[in-house]
Every structure is written in C-alpha cells, then in structure tokens.
Nanobody, 120 residues
Framework: VQLQASGGGLVQAGGSLRLSCVAS????????MGWYRQAPGKQREMVAT???????NYADSVKGRFTISRDNAKNTVYLQMNSLKPEDKAVYYC???????????????WGQGTQVTVSS
C-alpha cells in the first residue's frame, strides 16, 4: 500500500482546507483509514479515523470543526478542516490500519505528510 497525500498549505485562522489521500495497492473493506498530525516538538496524534462503513472517530480537539470522509471506490480518504486555529498547525499524515486483516506484514501504512500552517 502506498499513500499520497495532498491539500496542505497556509491559511488564516478561521479558514478551511481539504486534505486528500489516495491509496494505491489493495485496500480491504476491513482497513481503517485516518489522519494523524505531528506538530514540532510533539508526538504524532490521531486526528480522525473512518471505517469503510463510515464509522468515524475524532480527537476532541477537532470535533465539530473537522470532517473525515472516505470514497471506497477510489481508495481515497479526505479531511475537511474548517474553523482552523493556529494550534492546528502540523504535518498531517494519512494512515491505513490493516490490523483487521487475517494476514499482514505490517500493521500500518503512512503517507508522506502534508504541511498545514495556520496564521493568526
């Protein structure tokens, strides 16, 4: 599985950005796709995840502002980010968690990361 993320950039506080991540290779219906972020000097943290059935999970810090969605036919996951705050500044990574598969060589796959910068 290879992941290609896009859509990051510079935006003013209160603005919006939409991240996209296309997965190439086999994506199973049991795989969970998601977005994580890592700010300078901080650990990587979960932002949002989504199952193929559309069940979502969000970090408390982004609930009500971010929306994750998934197009199973296109093996693509999106993150719509609204009402952005300076503290949202980070490198955002897309992720595919394959631990629900019967066999797997590695539990997770990561994209290359896309920078999101929010100016105050």
């Amino acid at each position: 599985v290879q992941l290609q993320a896009s859509g990051g950039g510079l935006v003013q506080a209160g603005g919006s950005l939409r991240l996209s991540c296309v997965a190439s290779g086999s994506i199973f219906s049991s795989d969970v796709m998601g977005w994580y972020r890592q700010a300078p000097g901080k650990q990587r943290e979960m932002v949002a995840t989504i199952t193929s059935g559309g069940s979502t999970n969000y970090a408390d810090s982004v609930k009500g502002r971010f929306t994750i969605s998934r197009d199973n036919a296109k093996n693509t996951v999106y993150l719509q980010m609204n009402s952005l705050k300076p503290e949202d500044k980070a490198v955002y990574y897309c992720n595919v968690d394959v631990r629900s598969r019967i066999y797997y060589s590695r539990p997770n796959y990561w994209g290359q990361g896309t920078q999101v910068t929010v100016s105050s």
